[in-house]
Nanobody, 125 residues
Framework: QVQLVESGGGLVQAGGSLRVSCAASGRSLSVSVWGWFRQAPGKEREFVAAITWRGGSTEYAASVKGRFTISRDNAKNTAYLQMNSLKPEDTAVYYC??????????????????WGQGTQVTVSS
């Protein structure tokens, strides 16, 4: 089992920056892909970004590309999401996810095995 714990959410003004972190424990060496998803009130959970454990290959949703950066520190078993130029529409609960497989669709929530509890990010206008 892998346990994921997010931290770093909060309230920020539009145009500001925030970094959220996701620390893995347990059998974290089995993680092959880290992902970030978000869910706003009344909306479905949506893909934000993903990164492979080996090689650091990244993918981004079109809505965040150029503003958000996903990274990972393998030695610390931690993934990060640096969010810049934040907009009110980025307000959501942000979830960290991890999967053991590199074969699935990295943008599909169904292909992730483990999930964190979520951290709230609120962007005020």
């Amino acid at each position: 089992q892998v346990q994921l714990v997010e931290s770093g959410g909060g309230l920020v003004q539009a145009g500001g920056s925030l970094r959220v972190s996701c620390a893995a424990s347990g059998r974290s060496l089995s993680v092959s892909v880290w992902g970030w998803f978000r869910q706003a009130p009344g909306k479905e959970r949506e893909f934000v970004a993903a990164i492979t454990w080996r090689g650091g290959s990244t993918e981004y949703a079109a809505s965040v590309k150029g503003r958000f950066t996903i990274s990972r520190d393998n030695a610390k078993n931690t993934a990060y999401l640096q969010m810049n130029s934040l907009k009110p529409e980025d307000t959501a609960v942000y979830y960290c996810a991890a999967t053991r497989s590199v074969l699935g669709d990295k943008s599909a929530a169904r292909d992730y095995d483990y999930w964190g509890q979520g951290t709230q990010v609120t962007v005020s206008s």
